[in-house]
């Protein structure tokens, strides 16, 4: 009886085991169409975290865990099928024709930068708010921050930020809008390093510059690294092209990093 039951016992952990595996396994594999991939996500609130007081991040972690800003970050790319959170499907990005401005009704506001102003006012006016939406809202923030800040995130509407652009990349086909998302950061072996010498040598005065301003004038700053996104010279990505793409690409999750950073310093400055 005993060994029948140690049996059971142990299907039952090479069960969980399995499943344990599958669900690594899945979460590695997993890519994401919907804005920086979780490497360049995590790379932003971590340069956050660098600029935030300690009172705002008690503050924060009242509604997120010190630990937990990584998923948070990435949150919004995960609930992609989930009929719930259906209504933040269009939140990721804007799209804006070359020599047209940026227009808040843009799909009835569904887009990254209406949404992520409103997150940002919702914040500073949480006395409104349930506990359970001020976490909702820093999610939203933590997210579209970053999306902002990709280039094909607020590209233009004639080829759906990209996604219509196929390239050749290491002999496969792949789209731009996905040379953007992911590979940009995965082929810089020095960002890491590159990003962390920015953060330690950029004067506190230029960090206060970088933070000014709102979604709308962040989106300008995006939209200025779309002339070296299409700086294709055929349809195969290039060395050369990823090498251009590199710095542009720290500099604007460093952006990003610093702006969530203030951002959240003047939401929960008061209180
Ligand atoms: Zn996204």
Do not use: C
């Not at 939140?91 to 949404?115: C, L, M, R």
């Not at 708010?129 to 094909?152: A, I, R, S, W, Y």
Request: aromatic fraction near 10%; charged fraction near 25%.
């Amino acid at each position: 009886m005993n060994i029948l039951l140690s049996t059971k016992s142990i299907k039952l952990i090479i069960e969980k085991l399995r499943l344990a595996l599958l669900f690594v396994l899945l979460l590695s594999i997993s890519t994401s169409s919907f804005g920086w991939g979780r490497t360049g996500h995590h790379t932003i609130v971590d340069i956050a975290q660098n600029y935030v007081t300690k009172s705002t991040l008690d503050s924060i972690s009242k509604y997120i865990e010190n630990d937990s800003w990584h998923a948070s970050s990435t949150w919004m790319d995960e609930l992609r099928g989930n009929k719930q959170f259906d209504y933040m499907r269009k939140w990721h990005y804007v799209n804006v024709d070359k020599d047209k401005a940026f227009s808040p009704s843009i799909e009835n506001g569904d887009n990254v930068v209406t949404q992520l102003d409103s997150a940002i006012f919702n914040l500073r006016n949480r006395r409104n708010l349930t506990p359970e939406q001020v976490t909702l809202n820093l999610k939203v923030l933590f997210h579209l921050m970053g999306d902002l800040h990709n280039p094909l995130h607020a590209g233009y509407g004639f080829d759906r930020g990209g996604n219509d652009v196929r390239v050749v990349f290491k002999g496969k086909s792949f789209n731009l809008h996905r040379i953007w998302d992911t590979e940009i950061i995965e082929t810089n072996q020095y960002f890491e390093e590159n990003i962390s010498t920015k953060v330690k040598n950029t004067k506190r005065r230029k960090l206060k510059r970088i933070a000014k301003g709102n979604a709308t004038t962040w989106f300008i700053d995006t939209r200025s690294a779309l002339p070296t996104v299409y700086a294709l010279s055929s349809d195969t990505i290039t060395t050369e092209y990823l090498e251009q793409g590199h710095p542009v690409a720290e500099n604007l999750l460093f952006l990003a990093g610093v702006r969530l950073g203030y951002t959240l310093n003047d939401i929960f400055r008061k209180y």
